[in-house]
């Protein structure tokens, strides 16, 4: 199949919201924009308080007594195992999607729909693999702790991994029973859309999955408020992540939160540079660095500095911005929206005098209307700067010199957030030492995982958010630990 991207508007009209396996209409529609080009190619259905209500009632209906109820886990693994196949089925479809919809470089679209599988693959393996457990009590008790769903869980994902977040909130969610509502981003959603009718074909019951798109201050809000819901999951902004766990409170439920970060690289002296630095300029540059857990900071040891930063300068100079077909180093940002934030970062950077230490530039080919950024590298940055503080979810590295070990722990945890850290080091012991030391959810050592490894915990500490996805940490996540005390005597 050979894959097009006509630079022309064409607008896909809008199936409504996804609700007991039926598209139902919603009169209001949000056009799609496709990044790479600037024009609408679709709309999307405005769903709001009305279709969250309806959504969330069919959840409860599955979950209490409907056929989703009855099935065992196997059951529910093998659902969950069918979609990951039918999302490989339909790989090239999908593929093409998620890189029109988000502007992604098709070789990065590829996988995260391979990562998209991966995640149902995952948990319906995992599925009926959660076993309980005994617990020794007083003579005469017989106890066990088994783990329950939590009933009907609301998820509320963002536009920089649509296919990739459906299948990391929703898979463990659907693993342990529960009955899902899923509000993905007004920016890029067409993949969860296509997803959740193949989860009907791939024959979940009604209810299991619904999807409502539509405004994060509408559907969004409502889905948080909603008085229905027993859980709820969101990954965005913190100034959104508050509002959720504000609204969660009100409804005496717990939440997960992934709330971004500002995720140092340490390179010590003694680093490996011939693997560390691909790395550390990938981390930064993968999705043009619209990734929660980017390599944002790039901390160097003061001796390393003056031989580090010339190749780090050469290869981000070489970097490319440009459409999905085009294969760039790097896509288009998301949204005139976000790219005017993220410029307006790099002309503040600038205008307080920070240094540029090199720049890369937009592809000759690259549309006219695509919202590109050309990738910069700073430093030395001051601590003080905000380029060195806030998450700038743009193709920004903030480098930073350290004068020694003591120095680049203070500095790796020296903002409010603790998303994840790499450590670059051939000392063994300084490894361990310093990644004990860092206060995040992932540390990894000669290498680094900006939204990888589907079988890895993840999530925040501080202002990064709390509690963990991905990996069978999730299952406990979205489950609730009974325990059963049986006198036999
Ligand atoms: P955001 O507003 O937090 O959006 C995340 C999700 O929350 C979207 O589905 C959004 O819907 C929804 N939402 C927005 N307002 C809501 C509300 N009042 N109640 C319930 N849900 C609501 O993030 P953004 O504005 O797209 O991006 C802003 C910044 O957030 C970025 O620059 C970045 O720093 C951070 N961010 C972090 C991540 C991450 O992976 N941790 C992802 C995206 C953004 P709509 O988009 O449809 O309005
Ligand atoms: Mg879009």
């Known amino acids: 199949m050979t ?27 949000i056009p799609v924009v496709a990044p790479a080009e600037g024009v609408v190619f679709a709309e ?63 070789k990065t679209a590829r996988a995260d729909i391979e990562a998209a599988a991966r995640y149902f693959e995952f948990y319906g393996g995992a599925a009926d693999k959660v076993h309980g457990e005994q617990i020794p009590f007083q003579r005469g008790y017989y106890v066990t702790g088994e783990r329950d769903p939590l009933g009907v869980t609301g998820h509320i994902i963002p536009w920089n991994y649509p296919a990739q977040m459906i299948g990391r909130t929703l898979g463990p969610a659907l693993a342990m029973g529960n009955a899902t509502v899923l509000k993905p981003a007004e920016d890029a959603c067409l993949t969860p859309l296509r997803i959740a009718e193949l989860a009907a074909e791939a024959g979940f019951p009604p209810g299991a999955i619904n999807v409502v798109p539509g405004y994060g201050h509408e559907a969004g809000q409502a889905l948080a408020d909603h008085p229905g819901i027993d859980f709820i999951a969101f990954t965005g902004s913190p100034r959104v992540g508050v509002m959720i766990q504000t609204a969660a409170a009100q409804n005496h439920i717990g939440c997960v939160l992934e709330l971004g970060g500002k995720s140092p690289q340490i390179l010590f002296e003694d680093a490996d540079l011939e693997a560390a630095l691909p790395v550390v300029v990938g981390a930064i540059v993968q999705n043009a660095g619209q990734t929660c857990s980017a390599g944002a900071r790039l901390l160097v040891h003061k001796g390393l500095w003056d031989r580090l930063m010339p190749m780090v300068a050469e290869r981000f100079a070489a970097l490319r911005a440009g459409a999905p077909d085009d294969t760039p180093d790097l896509g288009p940002i998301i949204s005139a929206r976000q790219q005017a934030a993220v410029q307006s970062f790099i002309a503040r950077a600038e205008a307080e005098g920070v240094p540029v230490i090199a720049r890369g530039a937009r592809q000759e080919a690259a549309p006219e209307g695509g919202f590109y950024v050309d990738p910069v590298v700073f430093g030395p940055v001051p601590r003080d700067n905000a380029l060195a503080r806030d998450e700038v979810f743009g193709p920004v590295l903030a480098a930073i010199p350290f004068e020694d070990e003591a120095d680049a722990v203070a500095l790796a945890n020296g903002t409010d957030y603790g998303l994840i850290a790499g450590v670059w080091t051939r000392d063994t012991a300084r490894a361990i030492r310093v990644a004990r030391q860092i206060r995040a959810g992932q ?24 509690g963990r996805e991905k990996g069978f940490e999730a299952l406990y996540e979205f489950s609730a630990l009974k325990t059963l005390v049986i006198k036999h005597d």
């Open 3 to 29: 894959l097009d991207f006509p630079r022309a508007a064409r607008v896909t009209p809008a199936k409504g919201v996804f609700i007991d396996n039926e598209w139902r209409a919603v009169a209001r529609t």
């Open 44 to 106: 999307i259905a405005a769903g709001g308080a009305a279709e969250i209500d309806a959504a969330v009632a069919a959840a409860r209906r599955a979950f209490e007594g409907g056929a989703w109820s009855r099935l065992s886990a196997t059951e529910r693994g093998r659902l969950l195992s069918r979609l990951g196949q039918l999302i490989l089925d339909n790989f090239d479809e999908l593929a093409a999607l998620e890189a029109r919809d988000c502007g992604k470089p098709m």
């Open 443 to 466: 540390v990894y050592v000669n290498a680094y995982g900006a939204g990888g490894g589907i079988e890895l915990p993840f999530g925040g500490v501080k202002k990064s958010g709390h």
